[in-house]
């Protein structure tokens, strides 16, 4: 029995748009978040008001040709700290970007306090969606970042789905 996939939709259209794009240049990146969820899975769990993926800082301006060659627009927003937005067909792409500090450690970049990622380099699987195979977060890094839900209602009630959803994913392995 293969792993499940994702249909392709108007929404994971969106997102395998940003996935090939970013994979033709040979950029690094990780989508994570509920989308990243979604694929684990191999279907739509919820409502996505973004799609989330993790590039690295020294690639930006590699990202940008990428995204814009394949039609994403780049729209930042003043409050921008640690990342940037892009949007297409109807859909937000929220980019993350990721550093290697002199440690080694894989960190997003937030001033005076970065969050630590991983202690070595940040690992992905890929995942089926359509014809193509996308990179997202291990199944292990996915537990870890779900397993502490954010303090608001909206955003804890979402990691909570999410890490059930990705624990029963893990059961079956």
Known sequence: M??????????????AGAADALDSAGL???????W?????VGRVTRAHEDIDVLVQRADEAGVDAALTAAGWVHTPRDDDLVGTEYAGDGYA???TFVETDDQGRVV????????VLSTGPLDHVRRPLGHLRVRVLTLE???EGKGVPRPDDAGGEKDRADLA????????M
């Open 28 to 34: 690094e990146h990780w989508f994570f978040g509920g």
């Open 165 to 172: 959803a990705l624990r029963a994913v893990a059961a079956t």
């Open 108 to 115: 997003v970049p937030v001033p005076g306090q970065p969050i």
């Open 93 to 95: 792409l929220q980019l």
């Open 2 to 15: 293969g792993e499940p996939s994702l249909e392709l939709t108007p929404q994971t259209a969106a997102l």
């Open 141 to 143: 890094k996915m537990l």
């Open 36 to 40: 990243a969820v979604d694929l684990w």
